[in-house]
């Protein structure tokens, strides 16, 4: 069944971290499972990160001229950049073997790609031309490695995904408050209530 590519599922902040969100229940082997398991969605994934991550990308549309071509780039780029700022957003810094896998795999998102590409906020080149899916993400995975930006990597409390907290005090700690920090708070009202409820038989 094709995946519904709403704005929630663009929750990480950067493309970069939204694409490592396309692995749900990351590290629960029960439930876990991956929306790029269909190769046909990474394609339908770009379609919407192209609006939902227009400023990141300058308004330049993502393009994936072969799918499954495509993949074996993207899963190595979401893994790698999955491996290096989760263990960073858990303690802190970079370990060298990861952020060597992260270099080696945004190198080949970007060989072949020709053209221009200023890393920044937003990505700079010509207005309007498309950008290969993986030379996009590669660039939005390399601009995470500042320190400024590497400190405000988080883990949702809820749901485990990667976001990039750019709140004022750096206090989030749900990726959505309106999915998850409402579900944790529903959660938490209904163990209250189960409590009272126990005490009460």
């Given amino acids: 069944m094709a995946v519904s590519w709403i ?15 396309t692995v749900v229940l990351r590290g629960d082997a029960a439930r876990s499972f991956d929306r790029f398991d ?17 400023a990141e990308l300058g ?22 950049t999955d491996r290096l ?3 960073a957003a858990l303690h802190g810094g970079m370990d060298t073997d990861d952020l060597a896998l992260l270099l080696s795999a945004c190198a080949v ?13 937003p990505m700079r080149g010509e207005p309007g031309r498309p ?12 601009s995470l490695l500042p320190p400024e930006r590497l400190e405000r990597i988080r883990i949702c409390a809820n749901c485990r995904w990667l976001f990039l907290d ?5 206090s989030r700690i749900w990726c959505d408050m309106s999915v998850c920090g409402n579900r944790r708070k529903a959660q938490r009202h209904y ?11």
């Fill in 38 to 54: 269909d190769v046909a969605e990474i394609g339908r994934f770009a379609e919407a990160a192209t609006v939902q991550r227009a």
């Fill in 166 to 170: 750019e709140s004022r005090n750096r």
């Fill in 109 to 121: 998102g970007l060989t072949g790609q020709g053209g221009r590409i200023e890393v920044g906020k």
């Fill in 7 to 21: 704005p929630q599922r663009f929750s990480g902040g950067v493309l970069a971290l939204d694409v490592t969100n």
């Fill in 85 to 87: 700022f989760r263990k």
């Fill in 191 to 201: 163990r209250r209530r189960k409590i009272v409820d126990d005490a009460d038989a």
């Fill in 131 to 142: 950008i290969a899916f993986e030379a996009a993400l590669s660039v939005s995975a390399l």
């Fill in 59 to 80: 308004s330049r549309p993502l393009a994936v001229a072969d799918a499954r071509a495509a993949a074996p780039k993207v899963v190595a780029l979401r893994e790698a």
